[in-house]
């Protein structure tokens, strides 16, 4: 409804504005002044070209940084995010500068040299030295905040420090599948054709790195330490979204990409920052990927590092919970697989290959 009116009174200016014009040129003709060189209506357009900067400017400013506030920058909370955030206000300075003088260039000449009694336009074909000084600097300033740029980029997506904690986001129509390596700190492999309605990532347990891998329902990360996200998708593109982190990258099918972070807020530290004792990081996606894309979300949970660990050490492997998997471990590893796992063995039953009893 409120866009109807907006429209409406838009088109409703618009008429006004032809109509004061139709008026004017009546008015001159009325007078006999159709044929002189320079109508009203001249003059009338050179001040709307000068109201349209003003306001334009005013509004567009407006429009763009009018909720400047705790809401339109949310507080960053990794270390990168520090070097992305200063990036984007140096952009965002130096564009907006140079689009506010060209705007005013632009628009203030339309009015200041719009066309006048006895007035002769003055001849100024070329000057060399103007256009060396203004493809040099717009130049290098574009190549300064590309490289730069370019820097930052390199760093989150190239190899992550030795130790980090790695995580596997796996985006799928409608959720998010997480797994940690174990203790191990080593993911096993994946194959596509394991999937199935309990084993969602397709986990491939022919590799003994995959023994003793979990899935929690939260993602826990710790403070101050560097954390590898290894994302993937399952079917089609979705995006790992989390601003507080500045985090962003897509997941794609068939595509595996990563991301590297260090986070430097744990939720408690951020509960106090926005006295919401609510708070949640939490990771969304940020591509509009179905019907169910709303549902993709998944919160985030950064502890000390001394919590996390203990965390860490209490998740279950997924083969536990899950010991009827056994049967796709190959026969000659099932025993360490149920060692590694935590399965105790005399529930198991390893000489026809059947799971006589899963251990919960
Ligand atoms: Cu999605």
Known sequence: MLNIIVIAAIVLILVILFAIYRVSSLV??????SHNKVSSANG??????LLFLIFGLIGGFYYSFGGLDDDFILPVASEHGVVTDKLFWWTMGITGFVFVVTQIFLFGFAWKYQH???????????????????????AIVLAILVFTGWKAWVDITGESPEGSEVVEIMGYQYAWAVR??????KLGEYDYRKIDATNQMGIDFADRASFDDFIPR?????????????????DVIHSVYQPHFRL???AVPGMPTQFWFVPTKSTADMQAETKN?????????????G??????????????????KKWFDSQEPWLKQNADYLTEVPANLRESASIVAGIELPEVDFSNGIISSGSK
């Not at 001159?28 to 002044?33: F, L, Q, R, T, Y």
């Not at 009338?44 to 070209?49: S, V």
Request: net charge negative; charged share 25%.
């Open 180 to 185: 940690y390596p174990g203790a191990d700190s």
């Open 116 to 138: 006048r009694e006895n007035q002769v336009a003055y001849y100024y074909p070329h000057n060399n030295k103007l256009e060396t000084i203004w493809t040099i600097i717009p």
């Open 277 to 289: 004792p609510d708070f949640q990081y939490e990771l969304v996606c940020n591509k509009i990927c």
């Open 28 to 33: 001159d003709i009325i007078k006999g002044e």
């Open 248 to 250: 962003q990258m897509n």
């Open 291 to 308: 019907k169910g894309h709303f549902a993709m979300r998944y919160i985030i949970v950064v502890d000390e590092p001394e919590d996390y």
């Open 218 to 234: 939260e993602i826990h990360v710790p403070k101050g330490k560097p954390v590898l996200f290894k994302i993937r998708a399952r």
């Open 44 to 49: 009338f357009q050179g001040t709307l070209m």
